[in-house]
């Protein structure tokens, strides 16, 4: 067999360097483990890091193997292990649960693969456009929240006017019971309340005369 030809030497001003990477950028895990440093801010380690993955690419080719969940994770194990007991009954059961997501999941890919826009030129934009409806879908319900919260401000502080005034002309004390001139008001249901009240309790009705 011919031995597989060494990667080509990363450019001079080629850095290797730490980023975040969000988990939907990744495509597969390879079933190959490199050991690195846990100390990856030194530039030392991290171009050793650099050349240990163009190790592993010059001895596959290129071609990383992936991950088998089934083989390399060793699912029959797991289930014995979570089970506290070795049973082929419940290895197999796992496996088949595995084994059946694995077929829905090719089956959605096939269908994404067979839909009429998965060839369409536009169908980066109409994605975006999707994204950017989100997006907006989100800030429209933060802001009907801020509004919301913003009116119970409102209503809060116009209810402390309220009480201030209440208070001050003797409706209810300072713990905020009602008084004599309280229970009065409540009474009244033909003109305005605290008017009426107060032209009782002031005594102006009794200069009238019928």
Known sequence: ATPPSPPSPPPATEEPRIVNLPLDRIDYLS???IYLSKDLKSKDNRNAAMKSVAEVKRRFNGEVPKLDPE????LS????IE???SSSSTSSGLVSVYRKLLRRAEAVEGMLE???LADSPTLRARLETLRKKGVLAQEVKAAKK????????VLKDDLKAR????????????????QTKGHVACEISTSDELVTTELVFSGVLKTLSL
């Open 114 to 116: 067979a839909h009429a």
């Open 77 to 80: 194990k797991v289930a014995e």
């Open 31 to 33: 079933s190959v483990r």
């Open 71 to 74: 083989d390399d994770m060793q």
């Open 163 to 178: 009480y201030r005034v209440l208070r001050k002309l003797g409706y209810i004390d300072s713990e905020q019971v009602v």
């Open 83 to 85: 089970s506290g007991k």
């Open 146 to 153: 801020a509004v919301k919260t913003a009116g119970a401000l």
